[in-house]
């Protein structure tokens, strides 16, 4: 392992090692002190110890001297009270252990006392013949006594001397006291020293904590949190505060440089993030970002019990758009769509909803609020209603609408994958179901997807084997009341799951392209049938309408295939009527104009099936030559109930009529919607309560009845 020394470490090595050299230098001091300790006290003692020898030297020559000068007159004369008087004065203090006087001969004269015990003896002493022979000062020594004897003299006559014995003991034990009060004092100093050195290594480990504490705090510190911050920020979050700093040292400045560094990463970070995440047209989260969120929040919300919704919105036919009016035109609308989608969102969605593009018209949105089921309900209600409203898109109105699946988390799946792929099938049964509407998802739906592929197969071949008929619901003329013709429709009889609606396949045949063979033999079968009904009395010929896919009309050989049908059959022209949806006509005006015309030339008749649906608007009309509308049954369904649709369903007969269009209305359910079609000047109607699709054979009976 590889020891990483911060600097923090470093440092405090650092200062460790200038401690340890300083203790090593004030170790070495104090030894070098106690060195010179010893040496200064066997100085002092050397030279206290030489004061006194000096000092009792200087002493007895001085006293000595001194004694002889005073003491010549009082010996000449033998006046041994004032001898006694001047010894004793002179003998004062311990330090003078003895004073002799003695005469010429060496005998002894006075000591002091008053007895002067062995007075007129030779003095028999061991430094007595030194002194009694000594011309001069003269000092000598015993173990116990320094003495220093002077010679009297009388003018040059020597008549004596006198003998000063200084007390050696004394003067040692003086001595040795002094030294013992210089060993105290040079102690005291020592112990004051070391005090001292202690104190300075104290304040020197202080000055190495402040140092430290210093260091942590002015550089450790902030670069521990600088180099926190930047791993955080490598680790990718940019949540990091900028660290601030008011210093004008370097390492503000280093502070200052990082934080607008962060800062420039984190706006670069949140830009590529917005570009990635972000959908460029509508600016709302896009299917990389919403997968992202959705897998955190399943994870969030997994061990919960908490409950996830997802609503998978797609536009119905929204294809429509951009192939008749433009991609401009496109995008206004998926614009203008976001808008409503998004105010829905926040009204009705919580403050956890998520909505994003997924893509082309699909949009998706995440509920989280509550009892989702409901708020999902609540939403998916709102955005089917607000999205049916039509659009302004280059002054024109465009009916869209769109349909919505959605599903549960944890109810039916617990995976991001499996709920996308959920919500895809509950749009589509929502789709299937009419569009314009929602659908939850349900396992059974699974079936239905599976089902829509096994339905593409079966529908193929279906007509060869016999399983696709045609079946014709009269048309009313409101005038005379009269069945006048009858629209064909197809039928498909399973042979396991019975009568299929158009509904249901005829999407699935528009899809696969099989409605290209269907359709002619429909065409064919329609004119087969409809050249046998019999003509009314006054000559008039029922007619047929048959429905023609978008795709029958893209294909361009309508006109040619028409006209072959009419010829085969010998239908005439005027008998048949096409029924084209206003999206395949309105795809291309110009095309359309001219298919229109080369479709009338030969003469049959035009119609824009479900009109009021789409988005050609009134104005449309105008442009394209048709010869009626068929306004459809949404509009009619609602007419008693709905004034919106009344007007709307006046305005178009209105319209038409200006235009000398007929007009159509199927779906006509109840009388009262009959009635009011016919006030208002309708001129065909259809609808279950004038008579269900019915066979052919049915419905040559019914005219040949003559009555509707
Ligand atoms: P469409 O052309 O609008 O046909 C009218 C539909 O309304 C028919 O449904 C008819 O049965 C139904 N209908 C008639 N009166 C009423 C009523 O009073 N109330 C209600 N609720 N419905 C009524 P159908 O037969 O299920 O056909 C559905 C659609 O399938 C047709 O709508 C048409 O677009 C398409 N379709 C049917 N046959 C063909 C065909 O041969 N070729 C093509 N391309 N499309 C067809
Ligand atoms: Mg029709
Ligand atoms: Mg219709």
Redesign the pocket.
């Known amino acids: 392992m590889k020891l990483r020394l911060g600097l923090q470490a470093r440092f405090l090595l650092a200062m460790a090692v200038v401690l340890a050299v300083v203790v090593a230098l004030l170790a070495l001091l104090l030894h070098r002190q106690g060195q010179l300790h010893a040496e200064t006290e066997a100085l002092g003692n050397d030279t206290v110890h030489q004061m006194v020898e000096d000092y009792l030297h200087s002493r007895g020559h001085a006293v000595a001297e001194h004694l002889a000068v005073i003491l010549a007159n009082p010996l000449y004369y033998q006046d041994l009270e004032a001898i006694g008087r001047i010894l004793r004065d002179n003998r004062r203090g311990d330090l003078i252990h003895y004073l002799l006087v003695f005469d010429r001969e060496g005998r002894l004269v006075h000591d002091g006392t008053t007895e002067i015990d062995g007075y007129g003896w030779r003095m028999d002493d061991p430094l007595a013949a030194g002194a009694v022979a000594a011309e001069q000062t003269l000092s000598q020594s015993s173990p116990q006594v320094l003495e220093v004897s002077a010679p009297i003299r009388v003018g040059s006559e020597r008549i004596g001397g006198v003998r000063v014995g200084l007390s050696i003991p004394v003067a040692y034990d003086y001595e040795q006291r002094n030294t013992e009060r210089l060993g105290a004092s040079m102690e005291e100093l020592a112990r004051r020293y070391r005090e001292w050195l202690a104190l300075m290594l104290l304040m020197l480990l202080a000055v190495a904590l402040l140092a430290a504490m210093y260091v942590q705090r002015t550089l450790v510190h902030p670069i521990r949190k600088l180099a926190a911050a930047a791993r955080r920020i490598e680790a990718g979050d940019y949540s990091v505060q900028g660290q601030g700093s008011t210093r004008t040292d370097e390492l503000g400045e280093l502070v200052r440089a990082f934080d607008r560094m962060s800062e420039s990463v984190a706006r670069h970070d949140r830009d590529v993030r917005r570009m990635a995440y972000t959908d460029a047209l509508t600016g709302l989260t896009n299917r990389l970002a919403f997968r992202e969120s959705l897998d955190h929040r399943l994870m969030a919300l997994r061990g919960s019990d908490h409950q996830l919704a997802l609503l998978f919105a797609d536009i119905d036919d929204f294809k429509r758009v951009n192939d008749t009016l433009g991609h401009e035109a496109g995008d206004e609308a998926l614009l203008q769509f976001s808008g409503r989608i998004r105010d829905a969102v926040e009204k009705y969605g919580g403050p956890d909803a998520l909505l994003a593009r997924f893509g082309g018209d699909e949009f998706v949105i995440l509920v989280q609020e509550g009892d989702v089921r409901a708020a999902a309900t609540r939403l998916a209600e709102a955005l089917v209603a607000e999205l049916r409203r039509p659009l302004d898109i280059q002054d024109r109105q465009v009916f869209l609408g769109a349909s919505i699946g959605i599903t549960l988390f944890p109810e039916d799946a617990s995976s991001a994958t499996a709920l996308m792929k959920n919500g895809d099938i509950a749009m589509y049964q929502a789709k299937v179901a009419g569009k314009s509407g929602f659908r939850f998802y349900s396992r059974a739906m699974d079936h239905a997807v599976e089902r829509r592929v096994h339905m593409e197969q079966e529908l193929r071949g279906a007509w060869e084997r016999g399983e696709l008929s045609?079946v014709y619901?009269p048309l009313c003329r409101t005038s005379d009341g009269r069945v006048v013709g009858a629209?064909?429709?197809?039928r498909w009889q399973h042979p396991m799951l019975g009568t299929i609606?158009?509904?249901v396949f005829?999407d699935v045949a528009e899809q696969s392209g099989l409605?290209e063979q269907i359709?002619p033999q429909?065409l064919l079968t329609a004119c087969s049938e409809a050249v046998r009904w019999l003509p009314r009395a006054d000559g008039e010929r029922p007619f047929v309408s048959?429905?023609?896919?978008p795709r029958q009309l893209r294909r361009g050989d309508l006109p040619d295939m028409v006209a072959r049908c009419l010829r085969e059959t010998g239908l005439p022209a005027s008998c048949l009527h096409l029924?084209l949806t206003e999206t395949s006509v309105i795809s291309d005006e110009l095309q359309a104009s001219a298919l229109l015309a080369r479709l009338h030339s030969t003469g049959v008749k035009v119609w824009l099936?479900?009109f009021g649906t789409g988005f050609s608007g009134l104005s449309h009309l105008r442009r394209v030559p048709v010869d009626g509308v068929?306004i459809d049954?949404s509009f009619v369904a609602d007419l008693q109930r709905d004034p919106d649709d009344l007007a709307l369903t006046t305005a178009i007969i209105a319209m038409a009529h200006s235009l000398g269009i007929t007009v159509v209305a199927?779906?006509?359910?109840k009388e009262v919607q009959y009635n009011l079609l016919v006030e208002r000047g309708c001129d065909l109607v259809?609808?279950?309560?004038l008579s269900h699709?019915i066979s052919a054979g049915e419905f040559a009976h019914l005219l040949a009845q003559g009555v509707r």
Do not use: F, M, T
């Open positions: 045609v619901q629209e064909a429709l197809l609606a158009p509904s005829i409605i359709g429909v048959v429905n023609v896919s029924e099936d479900d068929k049954r199927e779906g006509v359910e259809q609808g279950y309560w699709p």
